[in-house]
């Protein structure tokens, strides 16, 4: 015979549940708030509502700061004592290319303004090096040099010929050719970091790619990782931080409340509850957040499909992987998808070491949402947006 609650009982124990929970839900936008974000996130689109972000007026203004940073770092090499220090520790073992083509937006010169940055404001010196991958000195790519020619290497391959040549075949192909013909740089560096030019460096670049090549000396297998990944694709290991999360909140409920972990029904349900709250407001990068505040380091977990915005390389495993693209370049497979089934050991960074600003597609030339506006957005997000969205389903 099943002995039934006496309902003052049950009505205090969903006072008291309901209460614990509240105080948890507000635990759990303290530490938020406390964990340094390390996406770069609010350093790329420092706009305080998400839901008026304009991605070609930020652009603009990102630009022109872009360019006031390259003239302060060409006045700072004729006076030291300047705003940017001349850098005075090494990062040698890691080769930076930044691949740079003619499209709209001057996103190069934001990427190559931004890694020049904190070259210089973090005193580490890095090789720093442009791939140009079209068929003319650019306009952009002349006034970037003006200013950095000292800083900066300039590499001239022969680009893709696309003339004649349907036009979104040609770009893929072209993509694909001009990506093996950087990737085969001659470098003395152990690893090369193949950046694209719609790829801004976040404020833990550095951290990121030095943990990233230390790791990558204690795992010689490994031929080539991923250092950025769109948060709203993230699945493994994200689904089991979140269910293993709201379940271990769940039980610390129950054992607050009840004094045991006996009531399974009420951890299902607060564990459900948790889930839904943590999944609704909080990427995977609050995952990533918290562990890297704990270890300083970011962690490689098994690579994903997706895009190529930057990819660290082991030097001794480009020639063979330059072989295996060059056997695709009659294939209309993007790059990256002849990355994912590449027959190379890959890994991807838990955390981005970029962030993507690119919101004008190279390939068809129109306007993309960004994964980076999704992540925003979840900033503001309400409850009154939760019920609204569980309704929604129904």
Not at 193 to 199: G, H, N, Q, S, V
Request: with cysteine.
């Amino acid at each position: 015979m099943v002995r039934l609650c006496p309902p003052k009982i049950l009505l205090s124990q969903v006072i008291h549940i309901l209460l614990t929970i509240l105080v948890v839900t507000k635990f759990l936008d303290f530490v938020r708030y406390l964990t340094p974000n390390t996406s770069g996130l609010d350093h790329v689109f420092p706009s305080k509502d998400s839901n008026m972000l304009d991605f070609v007026v930020l652009n603009t203004e990102r630009v022109s700061h872009a360019m006031k940073t390259l003239e302060s770092i060409r006045n700072s090499s004729h006076n030291p004592s300047g705003m940017y220090a001349v850098p005075v520790r090494k990062m040698d073992n890691v080769e930076i290319v930044v691949i740079v083509s003619k499209r709209v937006g001057n996103f190069a010169t934001q990427v190559i303004a931004d890694l020049l940055e904190l070259r210089h404001s973090t005193g580490m010196w890095f090789s720093l090096s442009i791939c140009n991958a079209s068929d003319s000195y650019f306009s952009e790519l002349h006034d970037i040099m003006q200013y950095v020619s000292n800083e900066v290497n300039i590499i001239n391959i022969h680009p893709f010929d696309s003339h004649g040549m349907d036009s979104y075949k040609s770009m893929l192909q072209k993509e694909l050719v001009d990506y093996w013909k950087c990737l085969s740089i001659e470098t003395l560096a152990k690893y090369v970091l193949l950046i694209e030019d719609d790829a801004v460096p976040t404020p833990y670049f550095y951290e990121i790619v030095s943990s990233v090549a230390e790791q990558l000396d204690r795992r010689p297998s490994i031929d080539f990782v991923k250092l950025f990944h769109p948060m709203s694709l993230r699945k493994v290991p994200y689904y089991f931080q979140l269910s293993a999360t709201a379940l271990v909140l769940s039980c610390a409920v129950c054992c607050f409340v009840f004094r045991s972990l006996d009531h399974i029904l009420w951890i299902l349900t607060i564990s459900v509850y948790f889930t839904v709250v943590i999944g609704f407001f909080y990427s995977c990068q609050f995952f990533v957040d918290l562990r890297y505040a704990v270890v300083s380091s970011p962690y490689m977990v098994a690579s994903e499909s997706c895009c190529t915005p930057a990819v660290m390389f082991r030097s001794s495993s480009i020639q063979g992987l330059v072989r295996y693209l060059v056997s695709f370049s009659n294939s209309t497979l993007a790059k990256d998808d002849l990355l994912d089934i590449a027959p190379f050991v890959s890994r991807m960074t838990d955390g981005n070491a970029v962030v993507h600003i690119g919101f004008i597609s190279s390939l068809r030339g129109t306007f993309v949402v960004l994964d980076s506006e999704n992540e925003l957005k979840r900033k503001t997000r309400t409850f009154r947006d939760l019920f609204s969205y569980i309704i929604s389903l129904f």
